[in-house]
């Protein structure tokens, strides 16, 4: 599946903060085009409210404002929670009833870009129809839709979101279990966990160090978090933790450190999560959702356990999507997006790590004996900048650059060529068993693909 949208890529509306896309008179039009399109869905019915929340960038405070603007235009009520994880908005959503819960975040890209993330009540990211519909009507002039004086809506602010999220996520344990003994180092990436991430593990007796918890509007994801692991890495050896866990900017991903400094991705976090939920009877299925990028060692050492992998496209909610499908409750990204999907509707980097601490307690083992399930095969990724509007993935000098690749595996590896779905970026990907193999065809590759996006 493949987004057709103009605005909403495939982790929602993104771009650089004050520049359209991202401005705050689009802000307040999609908040105001979302609230009719709600209003439709339920034929006229009355409409409740919005939850908002954010990560710490320093653009969040013009966006948030903007969006409760525009529901309150509509006559939408908003509660404002402040900075929490993303996967906190979709719980909110559910359990405060709400019509749409919207995160404000760019995830793990810098400061200087901003996001918008929309849930519906059920906690799950909306389909690619209710964004389209939204996306028409964001085209429109809707002041005709504007509600009467006495029925605006009312904004007020919730103070206790963050002690429902922690308590929600410590429900995914049992009540008599704690991480006693063990020492973590824990990087908040400056992000949207800066206060949740140190107290959970703080209150399950945990032994904690924090870093990346001090944002001031433009450090998130600057030299922190699950894609700038260093300083973690750093810090666990020198403390001589038994873990490190690196969230994200707005806390959806989790990259695990192991006591050697050892970067530890997803796709290793599936691979004991499933293996342990195997042994314990509770992976439905016996089967986990990864997406096309999770390596090819993966799939062999899951189907070594009598484990199927399904695939699904890159994004987290096509993970959700096929999970959901297939009755699945374990998938995630190799990028670090974790869905345990008995307790959450999303990908949520703080879940996922208590259930990888739990493992730690349980086996009574390093780190690096526990997490290090299987060697990846040899594995090169490489992105290519385009200018936006372009189309080099339908130039047949590429198509038939991509097929002869595919050709030169034979089968013994694969080749996967895609548009990210964020940025005008082509991501040219190789894995298989012979790495001057991959590093060839990769390298070929990217030399047509940039051929075709300098001459296009």
């Given at each position: 599946m493949s987004k057709k949208t103009q605005y909403f890529g495939t982790d929602g509306i993104r771009g650089k903060a004050n520049q359209f896309p991202m401005t705050a008179e689009m802000a307040l039009k999609v908040a105001m085009a979302t609230a009719i399109v709600l209003r439709d869905a339920r034929n006229g019915g009355h409409m409740d409210r919005a939850v908002i929340g954010k990560d710490t960038r320093l653009s969040c405070y013009m966006l948030e404002q903007a969006m409760t603007a525009g529901f309150l235009a509509m006559g939408m009520d908003v509660i404002l929670v402040g900075p929490i994880p993303t996967p906190g908005i979709a719980g909110l959503a559910r359990s405060l009833r709400a019509d749409v819960g919207v995160m404000i975040s760019a995830s793990h890209n810098p400061y200087t870009d901003n996001g918008i993330k929309l849930f519906g009540p059920d906690g799950y990211k909306l389909d690619d129809a209710i964004e389209q519909r939204i996306e028409e009507l964001v085209e429109r002039d809707l002041s005709a839709d504007l509600v009467s004086p006495e029925n605006l809506g009312k904004a007020s602010r919730l103070d206790d979101a963050l002690g429902r999220y922690i308590e929600s996520i410590k429900r995914s344990l049992p009540r008599h279990e704690n991480f006693d003994g063990l020492k973590v180092v824990v990087d908040s990436a400056n992000g949207a966990a800066y206060k949740v991430a140190p107290q959970i593990l703080w209150e399950l007796e945990a032994e904690v160090i924090a870093i990346?918890?001090?944002?001031?509007?433009?450090?998130?994801?600057?030299?922190?978090?699950?894609?700038?692991?260093?300083?973690l890495q750093e810090a666990v050896v020198r403390e001589g933790a038994d873990v490190g866990i690196a969230l994200d900017g707005d806390g959806d991903r989790l990259i695990v450190v192991d006591e050697s400094g050892r970067v530890i991705d997803g796709d290793q976090i599936m691979a004991c999560l499933a293996v342990s939920m195997k042994e314990k009877?509770?992976?439905?299925?016996?089967?986990?959702?990864?997406?096309?990028?999770?390596?090819?060692?993966?799939?062999?050492?899951?189907?070594?356990?009598?484990?199927?992998?399904?695939?699904?496209?890159?994004?987290?909610?096509?993970?959700?999507?096929?999970?959901?499908?297939?009755?699945?409750?374990?998938?995630?990204?190799?990028?670090?997006?974790?869905?345990?999907?008995?307790?959450?509707?999303?990908?949520?980097?703080?879940?996922?790590?208590?259930q990888v601490l739990s493992l730690l307690k349980a086996q009574g083992l390093k780190a690096s004996a526990v997490l290090n399930s299987f060697t990846p095969l040899p594995q090169i990724l490489k992105n290519i900048r385009f200018q936006k509007g372009g189309h080099p993935m339908q130039d047949a000098a590429v198509k038939t650059a991509i097929e002869k690749a595919e050709s030169r595996f034979n089968g013994s590896g694969r080749v996967l060529v895609r548009e990210s779905g964020t940025e005008p970026l082509i991501r040219v990907m190789a894995e298989g068993d012979d790495p001057a193999l991959v590093e060839g065809v990769v390298n070929d590759l990217c030399e047509v693909i940039e051929k075709v996006s300098q001459s296009g």
């Amino acid at each position: 599946m493949s987004k057709k949208t103009q605005y909403f890529g495939t982790d929602g509306i993104r771009g650089k903060a004050n520049q359209f896309p991202m401005t705050a008179e689009m802000a307040l039009k999609v908040a105001m085009a979302t609230a009719i399109v709600l209003r439709d869905a339920r034929n006229g019915g009355h409409m409740d409210r919005a939850v908002i929340g954010k990560d710490t960038r320093l653009s969040c405070y013009m966006l948030e404002q903007a969006m409760t603007a525009g529901f309150l235009a509509m006559g939408m009520d908003v509660i404002l929670v402040g900075p929490i994880p993303t996967p906190g908005i979709a719980g909110l959503a559910r359990s405060l009833r709400a019509d749409v819960g919207v995160m404000i975040s760019a995830s793990h890209n810098p400061y200087t870009d901003n996001g918008i993330k929309l849930f519906g009540p059920d906690g799950y990211k909306l389909d690619d129809a209710i964004e389209q519909r939204i996306e028409e009507l964001v085209e429109r002039d809707l002041s005709a839709d504007l509600v009467s004086p006495e029925n605006l809506g009312k904004a007020s602010r919730l103070d206790d979101a963050l002690g429902r999220y922690i308590e929600s996520i410590k429900r995914s344990l049992p009540r008599h279990e704690n991480f006693d003994g063990l020492k973590v180092v824990v990087d908040s990436a400056n992000g949207a966990a800066y206060k949740v991430a140190p107290q959970i593990l703080w209150e399950l007796e945990a032994e904690v160090i924090a870093i990346g918890n001090r944002p001031d509007g433009r450090n998130i994801n600057e030299g922190f978090g699950a894609t700038s692991t260093a300083a973690l890495q750093e810090a666990v050896v020198r403390e001589g933790a038994d873990v490190g866990i690196a969230l994200d900017g707005d806390g959806d991903r989790l990259i695990v450190v192991d006591e050697s400094g050892r970067v530890i991705d997803g796709d290793q976090i599936m691979a004991c999560l499933a293996v342990s939920m195997k042994e314990k009877g509770t992976l439905r299925g016996d089967s986990v959702v990864a997406t096309v990028m999770s390596n090819l060692g993966l799939e062999r050492f899951l189907g070594g356990h009598g484990i199927k992998l399904l695939r699904a496209p890159v994004g987290d909610r096509y993970v959700v999507e096929k999970m959901r499908q297939e009755g699945v409750n374990l998938g995630g990204e190799q990028s670090g997006h974790i869905v345990l999907s008995d307790h959450a509707t999303t990908g949520d980097g703080l879940l996922a790590a208590l259930q990888v601490l739990s493992l730690l307690k349980a086996q009574g083992l390093k780190a690096s004996a526990v997490l290090n399930s299987f060697t990846p095969l040899p594995q090169i990724l490489k992105n290519i900048r385009f200018q936006k509007g372009g189309h080099p993935m339908q130039d047949a000098a590429v198509k038939t650059a991509i097929e002869k690749a595919e050709s030169r595996f034979n089968g013994s590896g694969r080749v996967l060529v895609r548009e990210s779905g964020t940025e005008p970026l082509i991501r040219v990907m190789a894995e298989g068993d012979d790495p001057a193999l991959v590093e060839g065809v990769v390298n070929d590759l990217c030399e047509v693909i940039e051929k075709v996006s300098q001459s296009g």
